[in-house]
């Protein structure tokens, strides 16, 4: 692998792998491709902007015609599909967004890959294809029991995945990613959300009792998780990535305002979501045992290193909380809080 297109890759786990591959291999070309919807943002590739071996072209996933001419001019030889519609409250209100990018966006990239010969891509998924498991731990071999639009719309994905690999032998590999937090991550997620809410004293809609339990995994661990897959990775395999560090949402809320400063006044009970799944939990034993990873991040460090970049960066999320931001956050939360 020389020339990589990243997709997705102005988003927050993609322009984190963006970042930390430009540096990491200067022999690559690094090729990103976006559709810049409101979630992708080119501040978060501020820091290689002027790299000699990266390359941005903007573009939707789903058009093939796009998706051909930036493989063909690039000289592509492997494929990072980041890219996808990721919230599972917008799904909810919204699932066409969903199916159109995490379903016919990956059968775009594999069929284009496809047939320019194109044998290695590489798929970023998600714990949430699985459901909710009560007690134990998920392996990659369980049955997938998606909850939610965005969920079952990344199961969708995947099991084109598997038939590209089966039926035309393409190196096709997935990583299903547990909760993942760290900067630039879009403030519609909890933690960014609430970090940046609870920075302006605004109240946090916290869903149901806040007992639903989450694994955390900080984005840099997730990167290097994802790099050593797509270089290591058997064809045709699936890897949980895990943080090893479950909590309640309640107990991470509680510990990101205690890093803050701020009192847990702040926090709200709101009417829970739709179908909101109460426990994700992976187990990294394949990917420890066959690929040798484990997260090296403590979540206490991480989520303290966390909160300190949005302090310390209100140039970046301040200008993206206006406008489609404050509709969205109208539509979700303010009956929820004019309730509680």
Not at 119 to 129: A, F, G, P, W
């Amino acid at each position: 692998m020389k020339n990589i297109l990243v997709t997705g890759g102005a988003g927050f786990i993609g322009s984190a792998f963006v970042r930390r591959a430009v540096q990491k291999y200067p022999n690559y070309r690094i090729v990103v491709l976006d559709k810049l919807t409101y979630a992708g943002n080119m501040d978060n590739l501020l820091p290689v902007q002027n790299a000699p071996n990266y390359r941005f072209e903007r573009g939707d996933i789903t058009h093939r015609e796009t998706v051909e001419r930036v493989l063909q001019a690039h000289q592509i030889d492997a494929i990072v599909n980041f890219a996808a519609e990721s919230h599972v409250d917008r799904s909810i209100l919204d699932p066409d967004a969903f199916i159109n990018t995490d379903v016919v966006g990956v059968y775009t990239l594999l069929d284009t890959a496809r047939q320019l010969g194109i044998q290695r891509l590489h798929h970023v998924s998600t714990d949430e294809v699985y459901g909710s498991i009560e007690q134990g731990f998920f392996r990659e071999g369980d049955p997938l029991l998606p909850n939610s639009p965005y969920a079952a719309s990344k199961a969708g994905g995947e099991m084109m995945l598997r038939a590209y690999q089966v039926t035309y032998g393409m190196h096709t590999t997935v990583t299903r990613g547990s909760n993942t937090f760290g900067p630039y991550q879009y403030p519609e997620k909890v933690v960014p959300f609430f970090i940046t809410e609870a920075l302006e004293d605004h109240p946090l809609p916290m869903y149901g009792d806040g007992m639903q339990v989450r694994d955390w995994l900080y984005v840099d661990d997730h990167c290097d998780a994802i790099d050593t897959v797509l270089h290591q990775g058997a064809p045709g395999t699936i890897y949980n990535i895990g943080g090893e560090h479950e909590m309640h949402n309640i107990d991470m809320t509680r510990f990101m305002l205690k890093t803050l400063g701020k009192p847990e006044s702040l926090i709200h009970y709101v009417a829970d979501r739709p179908g909101h799944d109460l426990r994700y939990a992976l187990t990294n034993d394949k990917i420890r045992a066959e690929l040798g990873w484990t997260p090296q991040h403590s979540f206490e460090r991480a989520m303290e290193a966390t909160v300190r970049w949005y302090q310390q960066n209100e140039w970046w999320w301040r200008k993206i909380k206006t406008g489609e931001y404050l509709d969205y956050y109208k539509r979700q939360y303010a009956a929820r809080l004019a309730e509680a």
